[in-house]
């Protein structure tokens, strides 16, 4: 069973910069697409950027290109999400997601890590 643990939310002003991390255990992280996906409250959770599993194939939700970038240490069993010149609009809980190559969901979650920017 895969495990995915979420950490470097917290507290920022506007155009501050935050990077999360995702770290698995369980499975073959390396195999694996990673995503990171956001809910605010009274809103339903959003896509935010997704890396496949060789470190290629990006996307981000147009809100986020130019300002978050999503990468990945397959050493390390790590996807993180540098999030750079952050908006109020950022503020969500964010989870890491995962999906294995024979399934078109993600199947695995993290709990959620917390990102509140200050205006």
């Known amino acids: 069973q895969v495990q995915l643990v979420e950490s470097g939310g917290g507290l920022v002003q506007t155009g501050g910069s935050l990077r999360l991390s995702c770290t698995a255990s369980?499975?073959?992280?390396?195999?694996?697409?990673m995503a990171w996906f956001r809910q605010a409250p009274g809103s339903e959770r959003e896509f935010v950027a997704r890396?496949?599993?060789?470190?290629?194939?990006?996307s981000y939700r147009n809100s986020v290109k130019g300002r978050f970038t999503m990468s990945r240490d397959n050493a390390k069993n790590t996807a993180y999400l540098q999030m750079n010149s952050l908006k109020p609009e950022d503020t969500a809980v964010y989870y890491c997601?995962?999906?294995?190559?024979?399934?078109?969901?993600?199947?695995?979650w993290g709990q959620g890590t917390q990102v509140t920017v200050s205006s």
């Open positions: 369980g499975g073959t992280f390396s195999t694996y697409t």
């Open positions: 890396i496949g599993w060789n470190g290629f194939d990006r």
């Open positions: 997601a995962a999906r294995a190559r024979d399934r078109s969901d993600y199947g695995y």
